[in-house]
C-alpha cells in the first residue's frame, strides 16, 4: 500500500544524481554505465539521466510492501537495487561539474521510511524512467523518473545487460577516478547518450544509455 509520495521538478546538472539514505556526499567511484541507476555506496544509488542541465520531474513513492508492476508502455523497463538504510530520511543531491548540490526541495517536507515490520535495515528502490525526446543535451527533454521505496530484505539488482562499449565506459571511468586527487577535485566528466536499438527479439525500439567520455 501507498504510505506516501511526493512529487516534483528536479534541476540538473550535468551528471544525474544521487539518491538514497545517506546525505556523505561524494562522487561516485564507480558508474552505471547501460543501466539508468547503480549504487554509489550501500546507502545511496546513482541516477544517470538523459537530460544534460535542465528539468526532471520527480515522484517518489513510499510502500509499506512491494508494489505492482507500473501498467503501461511509456515507462522504460523497471530496474531495482537494495540500499542500506543509513538514515530514516530520504536524500537528493544533483552532481554538477565539479561539485554536488543538495537537491530536496525546501518546500516539500522530508520523506521519512515506515518503521520496519521485521527489522530490517535494507529498502528496496524501484526506478522507472521516460523521455519525450531520447536525444541527449540541454534543456526540457520531457524526463520523468518514477522512484518507488519499501522495507525488504537485501536481494540482487534487477537490471538489463550491459554492451562491451559500457563496460569498456565503467572501466575507463573507474580507473580515471582512481588516479590520486581525481574523485576528490571532481574534474571528471562523462555524457549519457542514449540509443535507440532494436529489442533482444527485434520487436520493436529499446532503450539503453550508452556512455562516452569527455576529456
Given at each position: 500500500?501507498?504510505?506516501?509520495?511526493?512529487s516534483?521538478?528536479v534541476?540538473?546538472?550535468?551528471?544525474?544524481?544521487l539518491?538514497g539514505f545517506?546525505?556523505d556526499?561524494?562522487?561516485?567511484?564507480e558508474?552505471?554505465?547501460?543501466?539508468?541507476?547503480g549504487?554509489?555506496?550501500d546507502?545511496?544509488?546513482?541516477?544517470?539521466?538523459?537530460?544534460?542541465?535542465?528539468?526532471?520531474?520527480l515522484?517518489v513513492?513510499?510502500?509499506?510492501?512491494?508494489?505492482?508492476?507500473?501498467a503501461?508502455?511509456?515507462?522504460?523497463?523497471?530496474e531495482?537495487?537494495?540500499?542500506?538504510?543509513d538514515?530514516p530520511?530520504?536524500?537528493?543531491?544533483?552532481?554538477?561539474?565539479?561539485?554536488?548540490?543538495?537537491?530536496?526541495?525546501?518546500?516539500?517536507?522530508?520523506?521519512?521510511?515506515?518503521?520496519?515490520?521485521?527489522?530490517?535495515d535494507?529498502?528496496?528502490?524501484r526506478?522507472?524512467?521516460?523521455?519525450?525526446?531520447?536525444?541527449?543535451?540541454?534543456?526540457?527533454?520531457?524526463e520523468?523518473?518514477?522512484?518507488?521505496?519499501?522495507?525488504?530484505?537485501?536481494?540482487?539488482?534487477?537490471?538489463p545487460?550491459?554492451?562491451?562499449a559500457?563496460?569498456?565506459?565503467r572501466?575507463?571511468?573507474?580507473?580515471d577516478?582512481?588516479?590520486?586527487?581525481?574523485?576528490?577535485?571532481?574534474?571528471?566528466?562523462?555524457?549519457i547518450?542514449p540509443?535507440?536499438?532494436?529489442?533482444?527479439?527485434?520487436s520493436g525500439?529499446g532503450?539503453r544509455?550508452?556512455?562516452?567520455w569527455?576529456?
Amino acid at each position: 500500500m501507498l504510505v506516501r509520495a511526493s512529487s516534483f521538478t528536479v534541476d540538473l546538472g550535468e551528471n544525474g544524481y544521487l539518491i538514497g539514505f545517506t546525505d556523505d556526499y561524494e562522487y561516485p567511484r564507480e558508474m552505471p554505465f547501460g543501466w539508468r541507476c547503480g549504487p554509489a555506496t550501500d546507502a545511496g544509488a546513482v541516477v544517470l539521466t538523459t537530460t544534460d542541465t535542465g528539468p526532471l520531474q520527480l515522484t517518489v513513492q513510499v510502500h509499506n510492501a512491494p508494489p505492482a508492476p507500473e501498467a503501461g508502455a511509456e515507462w522504460e523497463p523497471a530496474e531495482e537495487i537494495s540500499l542500506w538504510a543509513d538514515l530514516p530520511t530520504l536524500c537528493l543531491a544533483t552532481l554538477e561539474q565539479g561539485d554536488i548540490l543538495d537537491a530536496w526541495p525546501e518546500e516539500e517536507p522530508p520523506l521519512h521510511l515506515p518503521p520496519s515490520p521485521d527489522v530490517t535495515d535494507w529498502v528496496r528502490m524501484r526506478l522507472y524512467c521516460h523521455t519525450d525526446d531520447p536525444e541527449p543535451g540541454i534543456g526540457d527533454h520531457g524526463e520523468r523518473h518514477l522512484v518507488q521505496l519499501w522495507r525488504a530484505p537485501r536481494t540482487p539488482p534487477a537490471h538489463p545487460e550491459i554492451t562491451e562499449a559500457d563496460l569498456r565506459a565503467r572501466v575507463d571511468y573507474a580507473a580515471d577516478m582512481a588516479v590520486p586527487g581525481m574523485a576528490e577535485s571532481c574534474h571528471a566528466s562523462f555524457d549519457i547518450r542514449p540509443a535507440r536499438q532494436p529489442d533482444d527479439d527485434g520487436s520493436g525500439p529499446g532503450r539503453r544509455p550508452v556512455s562516452r567520455w569527455l576529456r
